[in-house]
């Protein structure tokens, strides 16, 4: 069975912090692929970044990074000098290439930037 | 490009009526999928269509059904509606199943009194 853990159900901050969302997943399969989703208030789910099983290398775009180790199962997303915009619900999904093929998300992290 | 449109964004409905929800997809893609979001559950997979064949369903009952056209919009169906059914219906499409990304509409929120 595939599972995502997001085990920070809410996470506040002051404007300009660093803050760090984790992520941890279950699968047997090799082959899947990673995602993180944002939900801001107005619900609709914007996507961030996609990452296959065999690319270990981290990101970065702007101010964000995400951090891939497949040692541990996690994969990690970084906002570096947050904003209030930045404020939002942040999901982390797996999808296998196998079996299911079910798009899995985690119970997601609630992020608030305060000013 | 349009992104993914949803109809009625809005929709109240009584126990035990039927609804019918719609999804446009973005523009060439050929893979829509359906969820349901609500505060204690989180975001479940209802079911995925690609190439009007259904590829995956999650663990819904019956009432939940959906189709695909030929031109990649897609609708779901819930029957027989309970209380519980009140949620955030979201739906997703892609260029294609499982490596691409999904691209979600704003949803439809649906309450049932």
């Known amino acids: 069975a595939q599972k995502v853990t997001q085990a920070q159900t809410e996470i506040s901050v002051v404007e300009k912090e660093d803050v760090t969302l984790d992520c941890v997943y279950e699968?047997?399969?090799?082959?899947?692929?990673l995602f993180w989703y944002k939900q801001p208030p107005s619900g609709e789910l914007v996507f961030l970044i996609r990452r296959n099983s065999f690319d270990e290398q981290n990101e970065i775009s702007g101010r964000y990074s995400w951090n891939f180790q497949k040692s541990t199962s996690s994969f990690n997303f970084t906002i570096t000098a947050s904003q209030v915009v930045d404020s939002a619900v942040y999901f982390c999904a797996l999808r296998s290439i196998q079996g299911a093929q079910k798009l899995v998300f985690g119970q997601g992290t609630r992020l608030t930037i305060n000013p | 490009k349009a992104g993914v449109t949803q109809t009625p964004r809005y929709l109240i409905k009584t126990r035990g009526q039927q609804v019918t929800l719609s999804c446009s997809p973005i523009?060439?893609?050929?893979?829509v999928s359906w969820y349901q979001q609500t505060p204690g559950q989180g975001l479940q997979f209802l079911f995925e269509y690609f190439s009007e064949t259904q590829r995956n369903k999650g663990n819904f009952p019956g009432r939940f059904s959906g189709r695909q056209f030929s031109n990649s919009r897609s609708e779901m169906n819930v029957s027989t509606l309970e209380l519980g059914d009140s949620a955030l219906y979201l739906c997703?499409?892609?260029?294609?199943?499982?490596?691409?990304?999904?691209?979600f509409g704003p949803g439809t929120r649906l309450t049932v009194t």
């Open positions: 997703a499409s892609s260029l294609g199943p499982v490596e691409y990304e999904q691209y």
């Open positions: 699968t047997r399969d090799t082959t899947y692929y």
């Open positions: 523009s060439g893609h050929r893979s």
